[in-house]
């Protein structure tokens, strides 16, 4: 069964749909002074889609899109879930449990952030708390930050993930069905089709920072960060540049990654563009609207993006700065190092079969994991030289 197949956007949505290559889509010839390989860490999860570390904790916790939290440690996952509210989530398609992002203050507040899909079929984001016992939070602790109705069951966006600005952010999809047909994407007073922003340390549940683009003018809700967004199942921040990474998911013809520093609100061009090409002829004005840094074409059997992180760990000093994405179809591992205002560097490595890939995830020392549908985990490493 498929767990992502429009978390992404669902093939038949593309049915006679022509695939229009990018000018940005052409193949790097950046030579790599390393050449990288996976090691499997963990196997035996049920539909994993997420991992995510505690700065400086050893262990990894791992999201099973049922609804659980898995510890892995000592090499080997431990018996009990961290966290299990498999009674609350609705499990089915692009529903779930999706992910969850540790407190930056996790280590003195205990707090975690969790999104998933509620047994109506409506997003939830809630904080909980880590028990007395380290190894396991307190399902009891759950307390309700924001609450978002879906319509249908796709597009339902699925990352929480905290900013350098301490901040919570939140990728939402568009809500699902073909074309953003309710028009969530350019809507500034839909929460669907966005990247959402809030201060979870203020206020009861959260207050708006005064900075998110329509926090004080009125012209949108002010939980609003960037508007535009097809279905952002994977985003990431770099915490040393300061930049931020947005891979969303196409519709029939091609994938986008847009990078920005994180203080730029961001105004992209779902439904009126998907990648760099206009969606709605001839009603298609670009004005305003923010240019892909990459996309790439589904010509070759690709379907969606899969976003990762940009690599700021210490064992792989060759691939410091590179931002790495798969595709959900098509399983490659790529990456690029964004400089200037441009894509540079860009290179496919082959690392052989990861299954589907669904996300990546980073452990708390910057090491960069892949999550497979196939139910394992898969560490990036140096590869070991012919003998």
Known sequence: MLILTACTGSRDERAGEPAVPSAASAASTTPAAIDLAVEEVARGLQEPVYLAAPTGDPRLFIVERAGRIRIFENGKLTAKPFLDITAKVRNGGEQGFLSFAFHPHYSTNGFLFAHYTDRKGDTRIERYAVSSDSSLADPASAKL??????????????????????????????????????????????????????????????????????????????????????????????????????????????????????????????????????????????????????????????????????????????????????????????SFRFAGGTVRDRREWPVGDLGTVVSFGEDGAGELYLVSQNGRVYRLVAAKAPA
């Not at 500034?188 to 922003?197: I, P, V, Y």
């Open 145 to 334: 930050i924001l609450s978002i109705d879906q319509r249908y069951s796709n597009h339902q966006g699925g990352l929480n993930l905290f900013g350098p600005d301490g901040h919570l952010f939140i990728g939402m999809g568009d809500g699902g069905a073909q074309g953003d047909p309710h028009g969530n994407g350019q809507n500034r007073n839909a929460l669907l089709g966005k990247l959402l922003r809030l201060n979870v340390d203020r206020g009861d549940p959260y207050t708006v920072p005064a900075s998110n683009p329509y926090a004080r003018n009125g012209q949108g809700r002010g939980e609003i960060w960037a508007t535009g967004l097809r279905n952002p199942w994977r985003f990431a921040f770099d915490h040393r540049d300061g930049m931020l990474y947005i891979a969303d998911v196409g519709q029939g013809s091609s994938e986008e990654i847009n990078v920005a520093p994180h203080t730029t609100a961001g105004l992209n061009g779902w439904n009126v563009m998907e990648g760099s090409e206009c969606y709605r002829l001839p009603l298609c004005h670009q004005s305003g609207k923010q240019t892909p840094a990459l996309t790439y074409s589904h010509s070759d059997g690709s379907c969606s993006v899969i976003g990762g992180f940009v690599y700021r760990g210490r064992k792989l000093p060759a691939i410091q700065g590179h931002y790495f994405y798969s595709d959900y179809c098509s399983g490659w591992l790529r």
